[in-house]
């Protein structure tokens, strides 16, 4: 999997799961995320992200990042804000503190993915990487834990709508493809042969194998954040994600 990195690190540390936790000693699966900043910024689905702000306005810290290190370590990372198309499903993120590494008492960058607006060939490979596997251990009585067994999903495009089609939950444009899409992978990265992210996961029909829908990842580059980020989300000057591109923030080709 190709990352943005200039190093030989596995790109799949820049893959990860949403983990939703309503209270101290319980926890379970929400969706898939990737980063596309090294400080933190991430891309998800925009019903994952939807739902986590829910969770998010009752219980601050309930919904979080389940990052893992380069030494293999889990740690959970409270997110802090979304920031979620109007129509499109994907969101981008942001966690509310970045990690330290225990060792070295340095800032943990992360491994990230590079964006393509370029739409794959029909019938051409692609995949993702996504937490549908995990089991819950424990109960909330005693406190709860997540085992996370993440793992490639391969397929092939099938087609791509620019107006309406098959699925009833998006709107177009959006990609059909044959991967099967378990549950737990909404939000993940959708990969061409070059490891560079075209789309992101979507949703699927209930008990299909064998189709799955994937918004392009140039929806991303569409969303506008503050240039500035802090609780006054709503002040101040706002900047595109396509800019950040622009500005070598996030890398997209």
Sequence with gaps: MGTADHDLADGRLATFAILKRPTPTSLSLLGTGFYLQPRGGFATAAHVALEAQELLSVTPDSVGIAHTLSN???????????????????????????????????????????????????????????????????????GQSVQLQPDFYNGVLQEYFSGRGPSAKLKPPYYQTSINLHGGSSGGPVFNLKGEVFGVASCSYDGATDIAFVTPSSALLELEIPERISDDIDEGPRVSLRELATRGQITAR
């Design 72 to 142: 293999g370590r889990t740690r959970f990372l409270p997110i802090w804000k979304f920031f979620i198309h109007e129509s499109a499903d994907v969101a981008f993120g942001i966690p509310r503190y970045e990690f330290v590494d225990e060792e070295t008492c340095l800032v943990y960058r992360a491994k990230v993915l590079c964006l393509t607006s370029v739409t794959p060939d029909i019938e051409s490979p692609i995949s993702t990487w996504s937490y549908p596997l995990h089991q819950v251990i424990g109960d909330e009585s005693t």
